[in-house]
C-alpha cells in the first residue's frame, strides 16, 4: 500500500483552510491543517511534508517569519513552500517571499486548477524521493549483509538483485516521465532543479546496483549517499 504525502495548509483563516483542503482533495493525499505559524512548526517537528502551502498575512508570526524558522532547521529546510497572499505590494514583496525561501508566490483569488497542477507536481517529486530513499536502503541491506536482505522473505542474492532492479527500473520510467512533464508544462525552476536531482540520484543508485551483478566486482560497490 502506497504511502500518501502529507501537505501542510497554514491560513489563520478557516474559511481559507476549508476552500485549500476543497482544492486539493482530489490530489487523495493527507491535509494538514495549521492556523497559525507557531502551529506549522509544531506540526514540522514530527511529521514530513510534501509541499507547504502558507499564507503570508497572519496574526502574530507571519509567512516571511514562519519561512525562515522552516529554512533555518535542517530537518524541514527543503520542504517547498507555495506563499498565498491576498493583496500584492508589488516586485519588492514578491522578491521577499523568494527571498524566505519560497518555490513560488499566488496572489488571491487563484484558479484552483493552477494552484492543485503546483501541489501535484511537488507530491510526484516527494513520492519518487521517498521511493528512492527505500531502493538505497534495500540496497545498503545487501551491501552490509553480504548477499542476503529479508525482502518479505529471505532470498538469495541473484534474486533479490533482480527485485531491486525491477523496482528501481520502475522509479526511473516514473522520473523520467515526471521530466519531460515538467519541460513540457515550462514549470518552475525549483520542480526542474528537484526533478534533476532525483535523476542523478537515481543514475548513482543504478550505477551501484549494477556493480553488484554477477562478475563485476560487487566489493567495490557502494551506494551513494541519499540526503
Not at 501537505?7 to 491535509?31: C, F, G, K, Y
Not at 533479490?160 to 516521465?177: D, K, P
Amino acid at each position: 500500500m502506497v504511502q500518501k504525502a502529507k501537505i501542510l495548509l497554514v491560513d489563520d483563516r478557516p474559511e481559507n483552510l476549508l476552500a485549500l483542503e476543497a482544492i486539493l482533495s482530489a490530489l487523495d493525499q493527507t491535509l494538514v491543517r495549521a492556523s497559525s505559524g507557531e502551529e506549522a512548526l509544531k506540526a514540522l517537528l514530527t511529521d514530513d511534508f510534501a509541499v507547504i502551502l502558507l499564507d503570508v498575512q497572519m496574526p502574530g508570526m507571519d509567512g516571511f517569519e514562519t519561512a525562515a524558522h522552516i529554512k533555518r532547521r535542517e530537518r524541514t529546510r527543503d520542504i517547498p513552500i507555495i506563499f498565498l497572499t491576498a493583496i500584492n505590494h508589488g516586485p519588492h514583496h514578491t522578491f521577499r517571499g523568494y527571498a524566505a525561501g519560497a518555490v513560488d508566490y499566488i496572489s488571491k483569488p487563484f484558479d484552483p486548477w493552477v494552484l492543485r497542477a503546483k501541489v501535484s507536481v511537488f507530491v510526484e517529486l516527494y513520492m519518487k524521493n521517498c521511493q528512492l530513499r527505500e531502493q538505497a536502503a534495500l540496497l545498503r541491506l545487501q551491501l552490509e549483509g553480504g548477499g542476503k536482505v529479508a525482502l518479505g522473505s529471505a532470498k538469495e542474492p541473484a534474486g533479490l538483485l533482480a527485485e531491486l532492479s525491477a523496482r528501481l527500473a520502475a522509479v526511473e520510467e516514473q522520473a523520467e516521465a515526471l521530466s519531460k512533464q515538467l519541460d513540457d508544462d515550462s514549470a518552475d525552476a525549483a520542480a526542474v532543479a528537484t526533478a534533476a536531482h532525483l535523476e542523478r540520484k537515481l543514475t548513482g543508485l543504478r550505477r551501484a546496483l549494477d556493480a553488484l551483478e554477477p562478475g563485476t566486482g560487487n566489493g567495490a560497490a557502494s551506494v551513494p549517499s541519499q540526503s
